[in-house]
């Protein structure tokens, strides 16, 4: 009988690594946002995001992953593309919802982190939805404590979302995940689930948690370039993602500036950073 997937454990200066390429992926990220404004390519945004990562002494972890390989270093999902749009000369516009996941590795050690944002002044429901989905990674991200289980994070994302909104679809098709030593191992961290399942949280673990949100039916399909994953039914979508360790003192977030210590204080959680 096969035994569940090896959770791996980190050791601290394997951490160090890791938010290094956490901050990384920050800069690239806001680097990204900042420059965005209608008229450019979601291509020239790729580019400068590859720049940025290659600069730093990082390498871009998203280029050439997978099956059909990935042709760039970030993903950038416009309006009803829900994650893995492949930059390419599409022009952005006036209203767009544009979400961009980034990843980076140092010393071969990966950090991977998402956010949406519009390009000028969001109608009202989508600026709900973007705080909405950002407001569950961090509720998520909150729950994550040595001795407890994956489902937590789950229910807590679950939870923060249904009482938002019930126009909210939450997507589940993709989860986020175990990070290390490799972009993405174990274990899955759902969207949605019940408290008290799935693998048990300990030391030196990292997730990368990142809901996936959608004005409408949840149900996904993939697009003809065997990546761009888009709502069925043509709704908009939001996406945040951070990655964060469980260290000896607490959660530190890797791919936040100041390691998520306000959001994490906020909420409850303990912050275990330098």
Known sequence: MFGRPRVEVKSPAQLELMRAAGLVVHDALALVRDAAVPGMTTASLDALAESAIRRSGAV????????????????????DEVVHGIPGP?????????????????????????LSFTLGAARPEVQRLLDATE??????????????????????????????????????????????SALHQPPDVPNAGRAGSGARIVEGMALAIEPMVVLGDPETETADDD??????????????????????TGLWVLTAADGGRARLEALGARYGGP
């Open 90 to 114: 599409r022009v952005l516009a006036a209203g767009d919802v544009v979400s961009v996941d980034c990843g980076a590795a140092v010393e071969g050690w990966h950090a991977d982190a998402a």
């Open 135 to 180: 407001e569950a990674m961090w509720r998520g991200v909150a729950a994550v404590r040595p001795g407890g289980r994956v489902g937590d994070v789950s229910a807590a994302v679950q939870a923060h979302l249904q009482a938002a909104s019930r126009d909210y679809g939450i997507v589940r098709d993709y989860t986020g995940h175990g990070i290390g």
């Open 227 to 248: 990546w761009t994953v888009v709502t069925a039914d043509g709704s908009l979508a939001a996406h945040f993602e951070h990655t964060v360790a469980v260290t000896g």
């Open 60 to 79: 871009p972890n998203f280029l050439g992953y997978g099956d059909p390989p990935f042709p760039a270093t970030t993903c950038i999902s416009v309006n």
